[in-house]
């Protein structure tokens, strides 16, 4: 069956806009997580959603927002852009909420570059 | 706050030889660990994974790791190495009594050389 879906690949953005990413999770699961990932800070949990309903959030500030759709399909939203927003958002999805269904399965990521 | 150590940001280790990357975990309720690995460009792949039972859990490619709880580690290995080895590995718990989400350690770049 087709694996976790991210759109887009790759993109550029300059500071002061905002991006819309997009993540269809494998058929059937019904969670989404989100996570950025740098050099810097590694993995960092952004949020989670379960039946189109927020979870977990991590400390990211107001700018980043997210939302689950009735298919569970989720978009994650990050307005105002500044640079240190340059990073690859990783999409995960499982068959439930949290960890405890097992492991997450992760997209090949949308590698925002911000100018 | 609950947190996750890989204490080697690089392990190089010659082709045939076995590979260890390590893992330690703070301690708090009943930790699940999981090992994922991460190709370039590319998002990370579930290597395996420890919830309860036998010590030693065996995954993916030949990898295996140990859950030492007196240690609070849980380190993975293989005992051969490939060069296609060669990957940043991450080391992942979640535990039973804080908040349900993932909490990954740094990552380890592992070089395996022919």
């Known amino acids: 069956k087709a694996g976790v879906t991210q759109t887009p690949r790759y993109l550029i953005k300059t500071r002061g806009q905002q991006v819309t990413l997009s993540c269809s999770p494998i058929?059937?699961?019904?969670?989404v997580s989100w996570y950025q990932q740098t050099p810097g800070q590694g993995l960092q949990f952004l949020f989670e959603y379960f039946s189109e309903t927020q979870r977990n959030k991590g400390n990211f500030p107001g700018r980043f927002s997210g939302r689950q759709f009735s298919n569970s399909r989720s978009e994650m939203n990050v307005s105002t852009l500044e640079l240190g927003d340059s990073a690859l958002y990783l999409c995960?999805?499982?068959?439930?909420?949290?960890?405890?269904?097992?492991?997450?399965?992760f997209g090949e990521g949308s590698r925002l570059t911000v100018l | 706050a609950q947190s996750v150590a890989q204490p080697e940001d690089q392990v190089n280790v010659a082709e045939g030889n076995p590979l260890t990357v390590k893992c330690t975990y703070s301690?708090?309720?009943?930790?699940?660990l999981f090992w994922y690995v991460q190709y370039p460009n590319r998002g990370l792949q579930f290597l395996l994974k420890y919830i309860t039972g036998d010590n030693l859990v065996k995954g993916s490619y030949g990898f295996e790791a140990e859950f030492n709880k007196s240690q609070t580690s849980f380190h993975l290995k293989k005992p051969s190495a490939l060069v296609s080895d060669s990957a940043l590995y991450f080391c992942?718990?979640?535990?039973?009594?804080?908040?349900?989400?993932?909490?990954f350690g740094p990552g380890t770049r592992l070089s395996v050389l022919p």
């Open positions: 995960a999805s499982s068959l439930s909420t949290g960890g405890l269904s097992g492991e997450l399965f």
């Open positions: 301690v708090s309720g009943n930790p699940y």
């Open positions: 058929s059937g699961h019904r969670s």
């Open positions: 992942a718990v979640i535990w039973d009594n804080y908040g349900q989400n993932f909490v």
